[in-house]
């Protein structure tokens, strides 16, 4: 059984250190990673390829790449020191 730490936040993304090996953020009841996602899109994938190809809902992949988009977010900040 998958042990999921849910990030707050966030509805759909969760961390499990047990299926990669990492405590990489991925989709949760699934085995995709955020960065998965984000590599389609930069592929030039529409969201509904994203969703047809993994079999996700559309709210958890529009999630992944909010995610994605605060975590730079937070860095970027952190980085600038605002």
């Not at 047990?18 to 405590?23: L, N, R, S």
């Not at 030039?44 to 390829?49: A, D, P």
Request: aromatic letters at 8%.
């Amino acid at each position: 059984m998958a042990d999921y730490s849910t990030l707050k936040g966030y509805r759909y993304i969760a961390v499990n250190k047990g299926i990669h090996g990492t405590a990489e953020p991925l989709i949760i009841g699934s085995r995709i990673r955020v960065s998965e996602v984000l590599q389609m899109v930069i592929e030039f994938k529409s969201i509904k390829e994203v969703c047809e190809n993994y079999g996700l809902p559309e709210a958890a992949v529009i999630e992944a790449l909010t995610f994605a988009k605060d975590e730079l977010d937070k860095a970027y900040e952190n980085d600038t020191g605002r």
